[in-house]
């Protein structure tokens, strides 16, 4: 039976052997991605053991299918509907969602076990490590929104307490006395450079004189370095 998802495979450019650079666990995790769910995506993804993009919009995609949404509801992004129902799972659970917690936990370097969907006391360890790690308390074995976008995503759940922010504002000190009284009491920073381009831009860098503002509010400065990229003429050989 040859479908549109295996003749698409066969003429892509994806490895579906393990490439040397591969994880053997990742592509044991995306062959069984692939079983599950490539009839419904319509797509065999790269099984070579590199964890891509691919790779984590299907892991997204497996979560939600088992959550239960349909395959019209799930689309691999883990929007406002994913974040309502993802579930709080315990020690002692046994589902296709503790299977997802297992890979990500892998694949973010927290858990060598199996996959196969029981929280078991080693995946309850592995959730603990990741939780202190990432600074997400309380620090205890409950896999959560916070923990499983955590795993998912790079900005986790963006509803989480939080006392640390970064801009590429100039802050006034009245600002920054605000900021304080929102209960923020880190700051990160820019060392140097600009945002935005054309009419646009404007300066980011931290000053003395605003790093004196945020120091009276109260605030503590984390510096921050990145530069240059936002215009066409910034890439050059010499600035390779």
Same mark, same amino acid.
């Given at each position: 039976?040859?479908? +549109?998802?295996?003749?698409?495979?066969?003429?892509?450019?994806?490895?579906? +052997?393990? *490439?040397?650079?591969?994880?053997?666990? *990742?592509?044991?995790?995306?062959?069984?991605?692939?079983?599950?769910?490539s009839g419904e995506l319509q797509e065999l993804m790269p099984c070579d053991g590199v964890y891509q993009r691919a790779t984590n919009t299907a892991l997204i995609y497996?979560?939600?299918?088992?959550?239960?949404?349909?395959?019209?509801?799930?689309?691999?992004?883990?929007?406002?509907?994913?974040?309502?129902?993802?579930?709080? +799972?315990?020690?002692?659970?046994?589902?296709?969602?503790?299977?997802?917690?297992?890979?990500?936990?892998?694949?973010?370097?927290?858990?060598?076990? #199996?996959?196969?969907?029981?929280?078991?006391?080693?995946?309850?360890?592995?959730? *603990?490590?990741?939780?202190?790690?990432?600074?997400?308390?309380?620090?205890?074995?409950?896999?959560?929104?916070? *923990?499983?976008?955590?795993?998912?995503? $790079?900005?986790?759940?963006?509803?989480?307490?939080?006392?640390?922010?970064?801009?590429?504002?100039?802050? $006034?000190?009245?600002?920054?006395?605000?900021?304080?009284?929102?209960?923020?009491?880190?700051?990160?920073?820019?060392?140097?450079? $600009? +945002?935005? #381009?054309?009419?646009?831009?404007?300066?980011?860098?931290?000053?003395?004189?605003?790093? #004196?503002?945020?120091?009276?509010?109260?605030?503590?400065?984390?510096?921050?370095?990145?530069?240059?990229?936002?215009?066409?003429?910034?890439?050059?050989?010499?600035?390779?």
């Open positions: 039976s040859v479908t +549109v998802a295996f003749m698409a495979a066969l003429f892509d450019m994806a490895a579906f +052997v393990l *490439v040397s650079s591969g994880d053997a666990k *990742v592509r044991t995790m995306q062959q069984a991605l692939n079983r599950k769910f497996a979560l939600q299918r088992a959550i239960g949404m349909s395959p019209a509801q799930a689309n691999g992004n883990y929007g406002p509907g994913t974040i309502a129902a993802t579930p709080t +799972v315990n020690q002692g659970a046994n589902s296709d969602v503790v299977q997802v917690i297992q890979y990500g936990l892998y694949v973010n370097g927290f858990y060598t076990g #199996a996959f196969d969907g029981y929280f078991s006391s080693d995946v309850a360890t592995a959730v *603990v490590a990741f939780r202190k790690f990432m600074n997400l308390p309380p620090f205890n074995s409950t896999a959560d929104l916070t *923990v499983i976008k955590g795993l998912l995503t $790079s900005n986790g759940n963006t509803n989480r307490d939080s006392n640390t922010f970064d801009t590429a504002t100039q802050l $006034s000190a009245a600002q920054a006395k605000q900021l304080k009284q929102f209960d923020f009491s880190i700051v990160a920073r820019y060392l140097t450079g $600009s +945002v935005g #381009a054309g009419a646009a831009e404007r300066d980011k860098y931290l000053t003395s004189t605003e790093l #004196a503002n945020l120091t009276e509010a109260g605030l503590k400065v984390v510096p921050i370095y990145e530069d240059g990229g936002y215009e066409l003429d910034y890439f050059s050989l010499q600035q390779g």
